[in-house]
């Protein structure tokens, strides 16, 4: 079978091959559990995560009985969290969340973590327009942004063809208000975590922000 790819699924497909399918680890990511809080406060039962890869964190969410639909652009991370997070509650699909149509008024929240910065503002807008429409009233977005004082900070550079950006509270801010978010809130923290066989600490910037009725 032969696959055609687009650039930013050719570097995260190579990359999950390299890797044997494992960049991350599998244990759940701390924006995760900040999301878990946020999405139990608002009962929610269904949860979209864009760049979920290999599941680890739908996982969480499904182990709090949510059911979780994870898309990714890589077939190895996709394959991989079906076997390795085999859930009833996880429906994983393989696909560009650009190009993907999604249900509308579907979900209670949606979440990504530190999958946005790796998408262009004309991108972004998309991927912003399409939550807000996939969101039920009074859903919430929980995402993490690779904040700018992170020491690899490097503001629209591309890295082996992939673009990547660093936000500040207030650009994120501005952004959710412009596609109709509102009570945007904010936490900052640093994340250690096995990237690629190493541990890295990335600074980063977890949102909430609420859909606008």
């Given amino acids: 079978m032969i696959f055609m790819f687009h650039a930013r699924e050719q570097y995260w497909e190579l990359r999950y091959q390299k890797e044997s399918g494992n960049i991350y680890g599998y244990e759940p990511s701390l924006s995760s559990f900040f999301g878990l809080i946020n999405f139990l406060r608002i009962r929610a039962k269904h949860i979209l995560e864009i760049g979920g890869g290999t599941g680890r964190n739908s996982y969480l969410f499904a182990l709090y009985g949510m059911w979780v639909t994870n898309v990714d652009t890589s077939f190895t991370a996709i394959k991989n969290s079906s076997i ?60 993490s942004w690779l904040d700018k004082k992170d020491e690899y ?56 922000a609420k859909k606008l009725k």
């Fill in 84 to 143: 390795n997070f085999p859930l009833n509650n996880v429906h994983n699909i393989c696909a560009d969340i650009l190009k993907i149509k999604l249900p509308q008024n579907k979900f209670n929240g949606v979440f990504a973590n530190a999958v946005l910065p790796f998408f262009n503002p004309a991108e972004l807008k998309i991927i912003l327009k399409k939550c807000s429409k996939c969101l039920k009233n009074n859903g919430i977005v929980v995402f």
């Fill in 153 to 208: 900070s490097q503001k629209g550079k591309y890295r082996a063809g992939q673009y990547i950006r660093y936000y500040s509270k207030s650009e994120v801010k501005k952004m959710f208000k412009k596609y109709n978010f509102g009570r945007v809130e904010f936490i900052s923290c640093r994340e250690k975590e096995l990237v690629s066989g190493k541990i890295r600490g990335t600074r980063l910037i977890i949102s909430v």
